[in-house]
C-alpha cells in the first residue's frame, strides 16, 4: 500500500496551498503522487454535499445532525476512492488529501454535546474505515489557525458578497467552534497540529509549508 497524508484545518487555513505545493514537491522528486480534495464538486457524488452546504436542508448547519450530514461527505468519499485513487495507492503511490474523514470530526462533531464526542469520533472512523473501507491516514496534519484571521481571509476570497458563502463560511461562531472539535480530534486521534499564526498574525505561507513538508518527511522517508 501507498501512503496517504491528510491537511485538515478551517476555511481559509491554507490547505489548498499547502496541499498543491506539497504534491508539486514529491513530484520533483520523482514520486508517485497525487493531489485529492474533498468535496469533489465535478462528481455526482457530492450533490448532497452541494445541496447541505446550499441551505436546501436549512439554513443553518445545525439543521442536519452531524451523522447525517457526515454520511453525505463520507459517500462523496467512497466514490472518489473508487473511481480515482484505489489503484494507485495500493500500488504504492502517495496521496495528498486536501480534506478527509477528519473533516467530519472538525465540522459536524460540534454539533453535539461535548459528552458525546468520543462516542461520535468511535462511529466515525468505525463507518468509513472499517465499513467502507476508506484507507486510514498515515498522517494527518492539522493547520491550526485562528478563527478571526480565517473568517478575515474568507471574506477577502469573496470580496465581502455573503451570497456566495456557504452555510459554514457564514457563520463566524460556527467555525470557532469547528476549531474547538478539531484541537480535541486532534488530541483523541493522534493529529499532528500545525501552528500557522503568532502574536502578530499569520506566519508566512513560506514559513509554514516548511513546517508541513518536514512533518510529511517523517512518515515519507
Keep these: 500500500m501507498g501512503k496517504l497524508i491528510v491537511l485538515e484545518g478551517l476555511d481559509g487555513s491554507g490547505k489548498n496551498t499547502h496541499s498543491r505545493r506539497l504534491t508539486e514537491r514529491l513530484t520533483e522528486r520523482g514520486a508517485l503522487v497525487r493531489k485529492i480534495s474533498f468535496p469533489d464538486y465535478e462528481e455526482p457524488s457530492s450533490a ?70 468520543d462516542g461520535f469520533l468511535d462511529w466515525l472512523c468505525d463507518y468509513e474505515y472499517r465499513l467502507l473501507g476508506l484507507p486510514k491516514p498515515d498522517l494527518t496534519l492539522y493547520l491550526d489557525m485562528d478563527p478571526s484571521i480565517s473568517f478575515k481571509l474568507i471574506e477577502k476570497r469573496y470580496h465581502g458578497d455573503d451570497s456566495r458563502k456557504d452555510i459554514h463560511e457564514k457563520d463566524f461562531d460556527y467555525l470557532a467552534a469547528c476549531r474547538q472539535s478539531a484541537l480535541y480530534a486532534a488530541g483523541r486521534l493522534g493529529w499532528k497540529v500545525i501552528k500557522l499564526y503568532g502574536e502578530n498574525g499569520p506566519y508566512s505561507k513560506d514559513e509554514n509549508f516548511e513546517k508541513v513538508w518536514n512533518a510529511a518527511k517523517e512518515v515519507l522517508e
Design 48 to 117: 448532497l454535499v452541494k445541496m447541505y452546504l446550499g441551505g436546501e436542508f436549512g439554513t443553518a448547519p445545525e439543521d442536519v445532525n452531524a451523522y447525517a450530514a457526515s454520511s453525505f461527505y463520507a459517500v462523496d468519499r467512497y466514490a472518489s476512492y473508487k473511481k480515482h485513487w484505489q489503484k494507485l495507492y495500493e500500488e504504492g503511490g502517495i496521496i495528498i488529501a486536501d480534506r478527509y474523514t477528519t473533516s467530519n470530526a472538525t465540522h459536524q462533531m460540534g454539533k453535539l454535546p461535548k459528552e458525546e464526542w
